[in-house]
């Protein structure tokens, strides 16, 4: 896939995947005969991850630093494994703000259609 269709299936800027890219976070992308980047599944899955990442408040630092590992694995170190627990510490704390304010909304759901279903 070219990098608009990859634009549009991420919803991820063209500029920032070229930022990506030159960081070294997408790998060397192949060209087609025109120069236009060609992108394959895996390029869609990596930068899927470094959206999620980047969403989640991980630094391009670490993430730099994690794909080099899933890269690498003999890249691991002390400073990634501590960053990774702080990020999964923080992605738990979320998870139970965001399942609290299910919670409240799901009951206001319910009293709102037991209201509507009285009339």
Not at 51 to 63: F, Q
Not at 102 to 112: A, D, T, V
Request: net charge positive.
């Amino acid at each position: 896939m070219r990098i608009g269709e990859l634009s549009q299936i991420t919803g991820c800027p063209i500029g920032t995947i070229r930022f990506y890219e030159s960081k070294g976070l997408l790998k060397s992308i192949a060209r087609n005969l025109g120069g236009q980047r060609i992108y394959t599944s895996s390029d869609l899955k990596r930068l899927q991850l470094i959206m999620a990442c980047r969403s989640n408040g991980m630094k391009l630092e670490c993430i730099v630093r994690v794909i080099q590992f899933m890269d690498n694995p003999q890249l691991g170190s002390e400073w990634l494994l501590q960053n990774v627990e702080n990020y999964l510490s923080e992605l738990q704390k979320q998870r139970e703000s965001l399942d609290r304010a299910e919670k409240y909304l799901r009951q206001i759901h319910k009293k709102l259609t037991q209201k509507q279903d009285i009339r």
